[in-house]
Nanobody, 122 residues
Framework: QVNPVESGGGLVQAGGSLNLSCTESKRLLSAHAMGWFRQTPGKERAFVAAHSGGVAYYADSVKGRFSISRDHAKNMVFLQMNTLKPEDTAEYYC?????????????????WGQGTQVTVSS
């Protein structure tokens, strides 16, 4: 069973950095795309970044500030977030897709973690 678990969220001042981690208990083949999404109360879950086939994909709002990476040996994916802004405040979720190809649509991901809260103060 696929069961991603996120960690690394917290409270940080604007301009600061956080590094989120996602680990999965079951060894995944490199054919699975993995992504990060975020959600604020009353809004839909939004695409942040994805990693597939050695290629990283980003939402326009985080390009140049966030970096996604993956450690296949450890079955982990990371999201390094720099120059954080108050509008980055959200619950962040790690997701696994049953496909090699990434997708910015959260409906394309079948496995989700419980989320980790990121709060950026101004």
């Amino acid at each position: 069973q696929v069961n991603p678990v996120e960690s690394g969220g917290g409270l940080v001042q604007a301009g600061g950095s956080l590094n989120l981690s996602c680990t999965e208990s079951k060894r995944l083949l490199s054919a699975h795309a993995m992504g990060w999404f975020r959600q604020t109360p009353g809004k839909e879950r939004a695409f942040v970044a994805a990693h597939s086939g050695g290629v990283a994909y980003y939402a326009d709002s985080v390009k140049g500030r966030f970096s996604i990476s993956r450690d296949h040996a450890k079955n982990m994916v990371f999201l390094q977030m720099n120059t954080l802004k108050p509008e980055d405040t959200a619950e962040y979720y790690c997701a696994v897709r049953d496909s090699f190809y990434h997708s910015p649509d959260p409906n394309g991901y079948g496995y989700w973690g419980q989320g980790t809260q990121v709060t950026v103060s101004s």
